[in-house]
């Protein structure tokens, strides 16, 4: 891990986190830490988005809640992740 997948490993570490959950809308921010340590991640949220590879997130998909707009760019996104993203959520 390098960067901010790097920091949050540390942070959790220091807070004696073994699993949390976490939101963000910037979804690339923590995809190298979704690949390296998907055991310490309860569940992810990532609320409305303006870009998403979901390719990351494909291994806790389960654990995945998409928000977005009803209508829109983030919308859009969303609705184009969720195929790929098997078993998350997806909230309008």
Do not use: K, Y
């Not at 340590?37 to 949220?45: F, K, T």
């Not at 409305?48 to 806790?60: H, N, S, W």
């Amino acid at each position: 891990m390098s960067g901010p997948a790097d920091r949050l490993q540390q942070l959790w570490d220091h807070l004696g986190l073994t699993e949390a959950h976490i939101a963000t809308q910037m979804a690339g921010d923590i995809a190298g830490f979704v690949h390296a340590a998907p055991q310490r991640l309860a569940g992810v949220v990532l609320c409305v988005p303006a870009r998403l590879d979901p390719a990351p997130f494909g291994p806790i998909a389960s654990r995945v809640t998409l928000i977005s707009a009803e209508r829109g760019l983030t919308a859009t996104i969303t609705a184009n992740a969720q195929p790929r993203l098997s078993g998350a959520a997806r909230q309008c």
